[in-house]
């Protein structure tokens, strides 16, 4: 497969060499998220001095400190230095061109048995720091945070909850229905989820005030934005992979009462109370490997429009990555229990492809800036096991579900930690993971304590 | 009137005294929006750099060149040092009392037959600059952006568009309405609006791809945040005002044929393209004596909940700004014609007041950050000269208007430009104005004509 030529300046390489591995052993083993084939960046705190680095096994390469160590040159020092700062910003406004001999530097430096492995191996010390003694934060600033609503089995299902005979939107098939979010409450990975206070309508028809029970995940794929557009120029179908710096796990949190209440222009209180995203940002180029098929459409939908089309779309468009949410419980944690799976589902699912939603998001002109997020929307698949968040599981809280250890749940409880996972397989490649996106409810504060 | 107390760390003090003249000859003229009791703050650049200013009459008061001259001392010189930057963000994140400070400085020197007079007037080839020699930017780097809807009128014009039974949502009432709007797409004043592209159903059903065709303003006044808050802890209603550094007009353009066919989770494209902000921040001090009684509620509506009441709102919690639209048509400009009044509506009629707004936004912890925009939503009043959008005007596109030259409009046709004022009057108290909100249209770009 090449995907090379007008469609993608990238093509596979010898970073995505199945065989190779590297000199940091913990990147070998075969349920490391990290071989040398990821690569995803980060930014994190060690020394209480905040910079980007690179996940290889159980370590973070700081790319800092190989800049100081003269590891790079050329177009890979470049991005090096852009990608040594407090945020992955510049990193991601750099052409991919730079930001893949970035890569392909790595990887020589990493790789076991390479030329430069004595030297690098030496330096190591200096290089690596172990993961687990360094804080993660966000990798970028995210000055634009839009979600979409893209699987087509998460959108029947909540239509049908709500009684629609129509389960669809008229314009599902036309278009990937998206929202602004809010990017001041996006956090990363492990920051405490406050319940939110908030109002809804009861049962009983009185409008109320106070902590929602009704919490729930929502598991979705994040991509972050590499170079930008200019204002009312597009992002063309074929250029929005380029446009696509990489991807995480994202938990947009969604107090469901408080949603289902105020929505008249969208989602706002119901959402911008906290979203979760995962630290690593694997590359558009680590993932090339696992690009597939975009989801077939519905048969009696009407053609896409053309700026919506192409036949590499249509070919590689989607990203074949499984994904996981589980629950640990107060329970389990104090019984020292397994988290219980409440999610297996598949981001090839998808009706609509990465690329489809930035064409449509700059159809209109819309400029996109490096750092800013697209959300996939829940990642439903069409199994009971994939449904991708609480309110179709529970059938919108009225069916309890029942967990590994017997305990039940209708929402999420004060104490629940949710966690995602994501792997990318496939036969005659190195599988490569995304870490974990972790978030525990804490209790609701009482409104107004902080007055 | 006094709002000191409990509810409002400012009262009217010797800034707002209606008899106080400047030196400056310009801000006392009867037809000035920028007399000595307005001061409103402005971003703008002239010989090459870019700095914080201050409007007096015709003229720019240069906060960097008055700080440099030692104008200012004590809390005065802190805010003044921070308005000299490139944005006034960290001017709007200062504690409303230092901000006052400064306001009572500039009043001190810029006033007429102060005892800085002299001196000052000596300064002012060094500090004033003509309005017209400079460019005036956005006047702060705008993380977050709101947008509300919280006019009864708009929103039950829009309902029975629709042809809906109940034109209001069910929690109209209950809640200010809210989306989230794109930070990356407000542009100053003055810039350019691109027609965008877009999707949207014909009247045959089937899907079209191409220029809009309905292309409406919307006439909103925006509150820029100052002191922010921190996650999870909500802004009450009694301290809203102490957070709102100040206000702009704002114009939400619209396409609407992409609107009604993407909304299911809110404005998306239809928005995004462009919003137009005015450079003056008009600051919550010198609006205080235009602080009014809220509108008054639907007798049917349910009670306020406790977080969205007081006794202060409901008496003081509204803003007494005229506001008009007006459109200069291609054909008005080559015959040197007067632009021809679209709207005249009053801010005050909004069902909503801004305390509410922000109390509500952060009432579920919602964090907000310095320089945040909220949009109040299209101003409309209850008579037909206030409808403050082409939409209600022209009943979605239907009904043609006739402008003053015999002109007709559905929509906004390219070379239109439209024009946004605003002005505060008390008996008793010196008007002030917002100076101008313009943007004029420019045709489509064909689809992919940068690729």
Same mark, same amino acid.
């Given at each position: 497969m090449s995907l090379t030529g007008t469609t993608d300046m990238l093509a596979l390489n010898k970073t995505h060499d199945a065989s190779a591995k590297s000199w940091v $052993?913990?990147? %070998?083993? %075969?349920?490391?998220?990290?071989p040398i084939q990821n690569l995803p960046f980060c930014v994190f705190k060690h020394g209480g001095e905040t910079r980007g680095g690179v996940a290889i096994g159980d370590q973070v390469f700081d790319l800092r400190a190989a800049v100081q160590a003269n590891v790079? &040159?050329?177009?890979? /020092?470049? $991005?090096? *230095? #852009?990608? &040594?700062?407090?945020?992955? %910003?510049?990193?991601? $406004?750099?052409?991919? !061109?730079?930001n893949s001999a970035l890569r392909a530097a790595l990887f020589d430096h990493l790789k076991a048995d390479?030329?430069? @492995?004595? @030297? #690098? #191996?030496?330096l190591g010390g200096k290089t690596l720091i172990p993961t687990k003694d360094v804080e993660l934060g966000l990798p970028c600033k995210i000055e634009g945070y839009t979600d979409f609503l893209t699987s087509i089995h998460h959108t029947e299902r909540h239509g049908k909850l709500k009684g629609l005979k129509d389960p669809l939107p008229p314009a599902f098939h036309s278009l990937p229905v998206a929202y602004h979010g809010r990017t001041s409450s996006i956090l990363p990975s492990g920051t405490q989820v406050v319940r939110p206070n908030g109002q809804w309508k009861d049962a009983d028809g009185s409008v109320k005030f106070?902590?929602?029970? $009704? /919490?729930?995940?929502? /598991? *979705? /794929?994040g991509a972050l934005i590499g170079q930008g557009n200019t204002q009312g120029d597009p992002v063309l179908l074929s250029q929005a992979y380029q446009h696509l710096f990489g991807f995480c796990l994202l938990n947009?949190? !969604?107090?469901?009462?408080? @949603?289902?209440?105020?929505?008249v222009l969208g989602p706002f209180l119901g959402k911008n109370f906290h979203t979760s995203l995962s630290p690593w940002v694997v590359t558009t180029e680590a993932l090339l490997p696992f690009r597939t098929a975009a989801s077939p459409r519905t048969e009696s939908a009407p053609p896409l429009l053309a700026h919506l089309h192409s036949r590499e779309d249509r070919e590689y468009g989607a990203?074949?990555?499984e994904l996981q949410a589980r629950i640990l419980t107060p329970r389990m944690r104090d019984e020292k229990a397994a988290p219980s799976r409440l999610t297996l589902t598949n981001a090839k699912t998808l009706y609509w492809t990465f690329g489809q939603m930035l064409a449509h998001h700059t159809s209109n002109g819309c400029n996109m800036q490096p750092g800013d997020l697209i959300g996939s929307g829940t990642i439903s698949g069409v199994e009971p096991e994939s449904m991708a968040c609480m309110t179709e599981m529970t059938q919108a809280g009225t069916h309890a579900i029942t967990l590994d250890n017997g305990e039940q749940r209708n929402w999420l409880g004060d104490g629940d930690e949710v966690i995602f996972t994501g792997r990318a397989q496939r036969q005659g490649y190195a599988s490569i993971g995304f870490g974990e996106c972790r978030g525990v409810i804490i209790p609701a504060r009482p409104y107004g304590a902080n007055a």
């Open positions: $052993a913990s990147a %070998n083993t %075969n349920d490391s998220d990290f790079f &040159s050329g177009d890979a /020092l470049i $991005a090096a *230095e #852009a990608g &040594s700062q407090t945020t992955l %910003n510049a990193l991601m $406004a750099l052409p991919p !061109s730079i390479g030329s430069a @492995q004595a @030297q #690098a #191996a030496e106070g902590a929602v029970s $009704a /919490l729930d995940f929502e /598991l *979705e /794929l947009d949190w !969604s107090a469901k009462s408080i @949603q289902w209440w105020e929505q990203l074949d990555i």
